[in-house]
């Protein structure tokens, strides 16, 4: 694909750091994944429009206007990004170039034009992303656990009831503190996605016994130390080597899964479960956006993920009254 004009010719230097739009939009997000993430999505941007001359930090971002944007938004689609990876590349073009025009490297006019139509549909051509785990796997995740005799095998079953009981995210599990959950209250407290605060609560589903089951290997603590702790390759806890991280609940869960034998899981595929087992259980969907702590129930909808059997029930339910030719009188 070529483009209509370099941008890398509409200006004779890139900006300085200090007033670099995408290093100051980077820098107002919440979290240092979402830095990592869209950073990505800005590096691949810049290398493209440049033909590999610029990445993030040495793109001139406020010369782009509608014919890059656009080519950008043509090349995601032309490499096969799907929709949700496309979007996320274009929703870090989008705010890049609004912090542009607050720098006063384009007009008002211009990041109109320019981030208009910036945006990809989903036409429903894939798939939904990952899987329901169901009720006999998670049996077998915790059973997995349970057979691992180093204190690596509570701490991991903590992960998967953080997770499936509670629904959390991986960098959630990652950033829980041992203040945050009050046992006594059946609470625990955390700051999500977006920095926004939130409460959950812990019953005596199981998830509140294995909560204690590792506590009482962990050990007491501060209240603002991180509740899980990393492990060595042996299983044998590490203290005071910082948080355990996102990446490390991630590896945590793929590892139990293989052991368990149920296939490829990842830590959302939890949270996925509880949305749809929330549903199986009756949970109204506005109760379940706010347990999944979603702005949008569309999104929690999204969750779902409904097997064949109840496809194959719930299409076997309605009646059509079709009349054969040998049925009907003569």
């Not at 149920?262 to 506005?286: C, K, M, N, Y």
Request: glycine share 10%.
């Amino acid at each position: 694909m070529t483009l209509v004009a370099a941008p890398t010719e509409l200006l004779p230097a890139a900006t300085p750091a200090s007033r670099n739009p995408a290093l100051l939009y980077l820098a107002s997000l919440p979290s240092p994944a979402s830095r990592r993430t869209l950073g990505g999505c800005l590096e691949r941007i810049a290398r493209r429009l440049s033909t590999g001359a610029c990445g993030l930090e040495t793109l001139p971002w406020g010369a782009l206007r509608a014919e890059h944007t656009l080519a950008v938004r043509a090349w995601l689609l032309e490499v096969g990004y799907a929709p949700k990876s496309a979007n996320k590349h274009l929703v870090a073009l989008r705010g890049t170039l609004k912090t542009a025009w607050r720098l006063g490297h384009l007009g008002a006019d211009e990041l109109l034009r320019a981030t208009d139509g910036l945006h990809v549909r989903d036409g429903g051509e894939r798939p939904p992303a990952g899987r329901e785990v169901t009720p006999a796997e998670l049996r077998r995740l915790f059973e997995a656990c349970e057979l691992d005799g180093s204190p690596a095998g509570p701490r991991d079953a903590a992960i998967f009831a953080l997770g499936y009981g509670l629904g959390l995210r991986r960098a959630e599990i990652a950033a829980v503190r041992l203040g945050d959950y009050r046992r006594d209250a059946g609470e625990l407290d955390l700051v999500g996605k977006g920095r926004r605060w939130a409460r959950t609560y812990v019953t005596s589903n199981g998830t509140a016994q294995a909560l204690d089951a590792w506590l009482a290997v962990r050990g007491a603590g501060e209240p603002d130390e991180p509740l899980l702790l990393p492990a060595t390759k042996g299983g044998e806890l590490v203290r005071g080597a910082g948080r355990f991280s996102a990446h490390a609940v991630g590896d945590a869960v793929r590892k139990r899964a293989r052991q368990a034998g149920v296939g490829p899981l990842t830590p959302h595929d939890l949270r996925r479960s509880f949305v749809t087992h929330l549903r199986r259980a009756g949970v109204d969907l506005e109760l379940r956006r706010r347990l999944a702590r979603h702005s949008s129930v569309v999104t929690t909808s999204g969750y779902d993920r409904g097997n064949d059997e109840e496809a194959r029930s719930a299409v076997a339910a309605l009646r059509v009254p079709y009349v054969g030719r040998a049925a009907r009188p003569s």
